[in-house]
């Protein structure tokens, strides 16, 4: 399931940085995706695009902008249940010029 940040963003801005998919936008900003502009998700506070969210699946083994939200305001979406697989294959499509090798980092491998 992709990440969503909740009406609680304080918008400090910490997420969006960490993000290796450019998946978090500040509210009323509009996201792209594949050279296309798209209407902001979220007007007020900063939001997760779910299209290009893959939970750091491949990069990390927790969201990095969970890590660093000072209120803990960026949680899982109960209405975007997605596997390891497919957010690995959302992964591969994002970055098409990168390899992820078995053994890549997940949330789901943590111990």
């Not at 990095?64 to 499509?93: F, G, H, T």
Request: hydrophobic content about 30%; aromatic content about 10%; charged content about 25%.
């Amino acid at each position: 399931m992709s990440t969503m940040i909740t009406e609680e963003c304080i918008n400090c801005g910490a997420c969006e940085p960490e993000c290796p998919n450019t998946a978090i936008y500040e509210g009323g900003v509009e996201w792209e995706w594949n050279g296309e502009r798209h209407p902001a998700i979220a007007a007020d506070v900063y939001y997760i695009v779910p299209e290009k969210c893959t939970e750091c699946v491949g990069f990390f083994d927790q969201e990095q902008c969970a890590a660093v939200c000072p209120v803990d305001c960026c949680v899982p979406n109960p209405d975007d249940p997605e596997s390891e697989e497919q957010l690995i294959a959302k992964a591969q499509r994002i970055h098409p010029d990168r390899t992820f090798e078995p053994g890549f980092p997940s949330r789901f491998r943590k111990i």
